[in-house]
Nanobody
Framework: QVQLVESGGGLVQPGGSLRLSCAAS????????MGWYRQAPGKERELVAT???????NYADSVKGRFTISRDNAKNTVYLQMNSLRPEDTAVYYC?????????????????WGQGTQVTVSS
């Protein structure tokens, strides 16, 4: 059906930068909203940034001014540029997409999640 594959996580020092990528593949007709969420140990998953439609963007207050979400619709890919990283940004980051796809020739819509990529901010 459809897969979301994330990349770009890793270990970075405070104040550093990382760029996450998430590519969707499969029998995709179109992708509506795409976004990034994160889950730190012992905490619930939370919204980081989303692009619900067109060029509209939403950000968590904690990342505004530091993170930038963008999309390449031709590649079915969403990116998250993370600057001025802080230790509290440490979490597993998950990609999410609302995908319209073909299943046995029938169009369907479903919410998909990636497998997650670890981001660790530490000196």
């Amino acid at each position: 059906q459809v897969q979301l594959v994330e990349s770009g996580g890793g270990l970075v020092q405070p104040g550093g930068s990382l760029r996450l990528s998430c590519a969707a593949s499969g029998s995709i007709i179109s992708i509506n909203g795409m976004g990034w969420y994160r889950q730190a140990p012992g905490k619930e998953r939370e919204l980081v940034a989303t692009m619900p439609s067109g060029e509209t963007t939403n950000y968590a207050d904690s990342v505004k001014g530091r993170f930038t979400i963008s999309r390449d619709n031709a590649k079915n890919t969403v990116y998250l540029q993370m600057n001025s990283l802080r230790p509290e940004d440490t979490a597993v980051y998950y990609c999410n997409a609302d995908v319209r796809f073909l299943q046995y020739g029938i169009p369907r819509t479903r919410d998909y999640w990636g497998q997650g990529t670890q981001v660790t901010v530490s000196s």
